[in-house]
């Protein structure tokens, strides 16, 4: 069964104050790892797919990277705008034509104070 | 802008009373997705659509329907919601299923069941 680890479960920094968050993962063939934020009350919103171990994304502040068993979303000197709950999720490579399922994990809550 | 646009944002029902939720997408997307996010928990896939073939969960209650009647829609039709139903409905699209893709969510709507 797939499975999506994320740590810490919440995170409060610093405006400047850089700092990464984690997502472990078990698959049996990795097709894709999404990185989305999702603000309170609302759905998420996507940031990065990042698809072969060593790969790197970034935008603005934010700088994703993937290993073959965790991928870490990097946050260069956050604002505090960007507090929001950070979520990870993997699409498996399954068997027969449909590979649509996204397992997610719980998520980072990530507060930045001014 | 394209977008996925979700109906109502707050649902307030009465236990065992049927409610509708509804979604639409302006991204002409192939695939429509119904995920129920509890609080501090990870988005659960319910089922999806792809076209108008229907693919349930295997875990997804009886009690979760859905229909899609053209491209564009997709509702959620709980027919007997209970207290713990309530919850964060997410509906996302994708322009395919196979491969990797991402999932574009929309806002949500809140489901209060009292």
């Known amino acids: 069964e797939d499975q999506v680890t994320q740590s810490p479960e919440a995170l409060r920094l610093q405006e400047g104050e850089s700092s990464s968050l984690n997502c472990s993962y078990t698959v049996s063939g990795l097709r894709g790892l999404f990185w989305y934020r999702q603000d309170p009350g609302k759905g998420p919103e996507f940031l990065f797919t990042l698809y072969s171990a060593g790969e790197e994304k970034e935008k603005e502040r934010l700088k994703a990277t993937l290993t073959k068993k965790e991928s870490f979303l990097h946050i260069t000197a956050p604002k505090p705008e960007d507090s929001a709950t950070y979520l990870c999720a993997v699409q498996a490579s399954g068997s027969g034509g449909s590979n649509y399922k996204l397992t997610f994990g719980k998520g980072t809550l990530l507060t930045v104070n001014p | 802008d394209a977008m996925v646009i979700q109906n109502p944002r707050y649902q307030v029902t009465q236990f065992g009373k049927p409610v509708t939720l509804s979604c639409s997408q302006t991204?002409?997307?192939?695939?429509m997705y119904w995920y129920q996010q509890k609080s501090s928990q990870a988005p659960k896939l319910l089922f999806h659509?792809?076209?108008?073939?229907?693919?349930n969960e295997a875990d997804t209650p009886d009690n979760f329907q859905s229909r899609r009647p053209n491209t564009s829609f997709c509702f959620l039709d709980i027919r007997s919601p209970g207290l713990g139903d309530a919850a964060m409905y997410l509906c996302?699209?994708?322009?395919?299923?196979?491969?990797?893709?991402?999932?574009?969510f929309g806002p949500g709507t809140r489901l209060t069941v009292l």
């Open positions: 996302a699209t994708s322009r395919k299923v196979t491969g990797t893709d991402t999932q574009y």
């Open positions: 659509y792809y076209d108008k073939d229907f693919n």
């Open positions: 991204l002409n997307h192939n695939v």
